[in-house]
């Protein structure tokens, strides 16, 4: 199953990317075997202003067509590292292809493209900066990725 994530803005060089980059590494390495990844990151910006709708609609074109969209969202289900793992391994044995992470912008996702969603996820109750929950998300990935193939990196 491959893995695209959306995001509105872009990351600057700097150490959240060099995580970011690092974790999604390892995920690749690790998952590959397991039939997850690899990760392309899509990253979009709205240069005309146009808010939340316009974001959206460049998401969804960052989307590939039958995806399973995973929408990032405070308001979303909470699932331990475990769970996390059994939901990309659920989707991959289901045989979809493709799975969409989808991070909005300042003002979070456009409640349409939410809707449109198939899962809506929630790094915890605090929100974070965009950069920094994409490095949450990256290592979640790699993370998951040890957990279903039964490596040491996640201790309960």
């Known amino acids: 199953m491959r893995v695209t994530l959306c995001a ?8 959240e990317k060099t995580l970011i980059e ?3 590494a390892r995920f690749a390495r690790t998952g590959r075997p397991l039939g ?6 899509s990253e979009i910006e709205d240069r005309k202003g146009g808010g939340m709708g316009a974001e959206a609609a460049l998401l969804r074109r960052a989307i590939p067509r039958g995806a399973v969209i995973c929408a990032l969202d405070e308001r979303g289900q909470r699932p331990g590292s475990p769970d996390f793992a059994a939901l990309l391994a659920g989707w991959r044995d289901a045989g979809r292809a ?8 300042a003002d979070g996702l456009a409640p349409e493209l939410r ?9 915890g109750a605090m929100v974070w900066p965009h950069m920094l ?19 040491p990196y996640h201790r309960a």
């Open 98 to 105: 493709d799975l969409a992470l989808v991070i909005g912008g």
């Open 133 to 151: 929950a994409r490095v949450m998300l990256a290592e979640q990935l790699y993370r998951a990725a040890t957990i279903l193939a039964g490596g």
């Open 36 to 41: 997850l990844g690899p990760v392309t990151v």
């Open 115 to 123: 809707a449109q969603a198939d899962f809506t996820l929630s790094l």
């Open 22 to 24: 690092d974790y999604l």
């Open 8 to 15: 509105v803005g872009r990351l600057r060089p700097g150490p």
